[in-house]
Antibody, heavy 123, light 109 residues
Framework: QVQLVESGGGVVQPGRSLRLSCAAS????????IHWVRQAPGKGLEWVAV????????YYADFVRGRFTISRDNSKNTLYLQMNSLRAEDTAVYYC????????????????WGQGTLVTVSS | QSALTQPASVSGSPGQSITISCTGT?????????VSWYQQRPGKAPKLMIY???KRPSGVSDRFSGSNSGNTASLTISGLQAEDEADYYC?????????FGTGTKVTVL
């Protein structure tokens, strides 16, 4: 079955960097775009970024554009999120999510989710 | 662009039907048939309940249905059950981004 496993979270000081990973299995990873979605403690869901199935297109939420970079390695079935210039407001559980549709049909809905990894930005 | 608006809470008795609204604008909910709904239980990842406004993934109960009218999408839960108690979020595509709703806590009385 579809499995997404995030890792790389932890406590980091403001202004520092962190890289999250999402290991995928149980489906053809190279056929799907993949999203990052976050949730601050006790708050709602927030879309962060998406990358197309082949890595040729990336889209970002305004609040992370220029600071975060989404990438993927299809040979390793792994998605990444490089987070730079971290702020306290970036504190959240970060989920990777596979859309319901394949290839460039990645806006129809988030069909499968990982368990999330917690990022805490604090001095 | 900002978060879509949902009621903070909705409640109902077992067996009843409830409807959760999700209000956006003519640039998101009113423009694209790309509204989805998620159920999230405490400490768990969200679960897709409805996608593309009305479609239900395999394995999701047919007690859950979606619709939209103008700039407002809706999720209806029929035959409310105790297991439906959770937070629910809508989400819409707009301008190469996705926007979630503010979230609704459903309580089964």
């Amino acid at each position: 079955q579809v499995q997404l496993v995030e890792s790389g979270g932890g406590v980091v000081q403001p202004g520092r960097s962190l890289r999250l990973s999402c290991a995928a299995s149980g489906f053809s990873f190279s056929s799907y775009g993949i999203h990052w979605v976050r949730q601050a403690p006790g708050k709602g869901l927030e879309w962060v970024a998406v990358i197309s199935y082949d890595g040729s297109n990336q889209y970002y939420a305004d609040f992370v554009r220029g600071r975060f970079t989404i990438s993927r390695d299809n040979s390793k079935n792994t998605l990444y999120l490089q987070m730079n210039s971290l702020r306290a407001e970036d504190t959240a559980v970060y989920y990777c999510a596979r859309p319901a549709g394949q290839y460039f049909d990645f806006w129809s809905g988030f069909g499968s989710w990982g368990q999330g990894t917690l990022v805490t930005v604090s001095s | 662009q900002s978060a879509l608006t949902q009621p903070a809470s909705v409640s109902g008795s077992p067996g009843q039907s409830i409807t959760i609204s999700c209000t956006g604008t003519s640039s998101d909910v009113g423009r694209y048939n790309l509204v989805s709904w998620y159920q999230q239980r405490p400490g768990k990842a969200p679960k897709l309940m409805i996608y593309e406004v009305t479609k239900r993934p395999s394995g999701v109960s047919d007690r859950f249905s979606g619709s939209n009218s103008g700039n407002t999408a809706s999720l209806t839960i029929s035959g409310l059950q105790a297991e439906d108690e959770a937070d629910y979020y809508c989400c819409s595509y707009a301008a190469s981004s996705a926007y979630f709703g503010t979230g609704t806590k459903v309580t089964v009385l």
